[in-house]
């Protein structure tokens, strides 16, 4: 692909001369784009060089003007590749009392971030047509998304300190919000009470880990909150378009499976009936009735499998730009492949360890709540009381330190099932019906219950919730009374 011709290239000499002049007549005009124009904006490399050194007498408290500037390239030996002295008096010229700096710096940033879209454009069609066997075109993809997507996060004109009072007020409006909502919560509503109100909902910038051991029902919690948040944002008034949306990472699970499930909780369908078509009519118009409504839920489903980090945050990057994002659920987290690099290569822990700061990043990056399910180690089954704790987590050190929450699913009942009581030597009819009555009695007590065990809480409580759960369905929901266990303080 040929060069674009010079004399086509975004760029406004003259916005660049109206600047620097602005700045050598008024030094405080430097303080009003410093913050984001930078010596690389401008188009002119003769400006580019005036700026720079504008910006370090500046900064070292030195007066910026025609004489200082006059002086610094003299001794540099370059007054004369800037114009010399007379086109410096130009731009100290160029300046009226009505000239706005703030107005020229975002032109000439505008004309710089145009001139770097072509660039990367440039680059896109050659890197497509080189015959290169150590990138494959899904690659150039991911790398051509990451550069649109940091070109458009450039130049954030409000970042910096922020006064205290400012702070204070952001703060009460967030706590307002909180008190305004149902369930007096601050983040996202999960629909499940007890959860919510330990957590206050799931807050932007948060990973948060869902960990248990097979068939306790991790997916399905999971399942549960995206479809429940899905639905908050699709009625929630006040809600950014660009944060409703829930995107759900399914690298175990079909959509369609995925999808089925969430019809089997809405319509309290059995899941099993609906696999093997055992529906009576009303069931089956039920159903029909249902997937035209939840046809209308910003929820999306990628079932691709064996997705890595980068490629997760290039689809959530898109999908964020394209139709609006607000959460991110991943199912999980070790079915996500290693990127590759050479210093996690055949280092499963290592590499775990960079996919966890990557989703961590990725809920800073966005700003948004990441769900992302765990697996646990086998050793909870070997123990009697097979509640989770934190060293359970499967190659843990680095899940742990970078989730800001971690909720552990148990199901009692599970292991119940398995542990009718036995025959013991010389223990009498008597002794054994008393230990069947009691086993019978805690599994109808524990039949409809999980409970959710909060292990890590970076800002709030830790301790344990209780959920209804019907496993017919894959629900979980409020039950008519919660028990809570003590809290302890998180970390």
């Known amino acids: 692909m040929e060069a674009p011709d010079i004399s086509t290239i975004p760029q406004n000499i003259e916005a660049e001369q109206a600047l620097l002049g602005a700045i050598l007549a008024n030094n405080k005009a430097f303080e009003k784009v410093s913050e984001f124009l930078k010596p690389q904006h401008f188009a002119d490399s003769t400006h580019a060089k005036i700026f720079e050194v504008i910006s370090k007498l500046i900064t070292r408290g030195h007066v910026a003007d025609v004489i200082t500037l006059k002086n610094y390239f003299e001794q540099d030996g370059t007054l004369n590749d800037v114009g010399g002295i007379k086109y410096l008096v130009k731009l100290s010229d160029s300046a009226t009392p009505l000239t706005n700096a703030e107005y020229y710096a975002q032109f000439i940033y505008d004309k710089y971030l145009r001139r770097e879209l072509i660039a990367t454009g440039f680059d ?187 490629t997760i945050r290039t689809r959530a990057r898109r999908l964020k730009r394209n139709k609006g994002l607000g959460c991110i659920v991943i199912d999980y987290i070790q079915l996500i492949s290693g990127t590759g690099s050479k210093r996690s290569e055949g280092n499963r822990v290592q590499e775990l360890s960079e996919i966890s700061r990557g989703l961590k990043i990725l809920a800073k990056e966005l700003n948004l709540p990441v769900i992302a399910l765990s697996q646990l180690n086998r050793g909870v089954e070997q123990r009697d009381d097979k509640r989770p704790v934190m060293s359970d987590l499967r190659e843990s050190g680095s899940i742990e330190q970078d989730a800001d929450i971690v909720m552990f699913v148990y199901r009692e009942n599970y292991y119940l099932q398995n542990e009718e009581p036995q025959q013991k030597a010389s223990e009498t009819p008597e002794h054994l019906q008393k230990r069947m009555e009691e086993w019978e009695a805690r599994k109808r007590a524990t039949q409809n219950v999980a409970e959710v065990i909060i292990g890590k809480q970076r800002h709030g409580p830790t301790g344990t919730v209780q959920l209804f759960w019907n496993g017919d369905y894959a629900q979980f929901g409020n039950l008519a009374k919660e028990e809570y266990l003590p809290d302890r303080i998180g970390d």
């Open 124 to 310: 896109i069609v050659n890197n497509a047509t080189k015959e290169d066997l150590d990138s494959d075109a899904s690659e150039q993809i991911e790398e051509a998304e990451k550069r649109l997507f940091e070109l458009s996060n450039q130049g954030d004109i409000n970042g910096g300190f922020v006064d205290f009072s400012q702070a204070l007020t952001s703060s009460l409006t967030h706590i307002e919000q909180a008190y305004q909502k149902d369930g007096k919560i601050s983040g996202l509503p999960t629909a499940l009470d007890a959860l919510d109100n330990k957590t206050g909902g799931l807050n932007n910038s948060d990973l948060i880990i869902i960990a248990g051991r097979p068939a306790m029902g991790k997916t399905a919690l999971a399942t549960n909150i995206a479809y429940n948040v899905a639905e908050y944002m699709l009625h929630a008034k006040g809600l950014d378009e660009k944060s409703r949306g829930v995107a759900f990472f399914s690298l175990e699970m079909s959509a369609d499976q995925l999808a089925s499930r969430i019809l089997s909780t809405v319509t309290q369908t059995n899941g099993h009936k609906m696999r093997t078509g055992e529906l009576d009519n009303a069931e089956f118009t039920r159903i029909a009735a249902a997937v035209r409504e939840l046809e209308k839920i910003p929820l999306y489903i990628d079932d691709t499998p064996g997705l890595n980090i980068n």
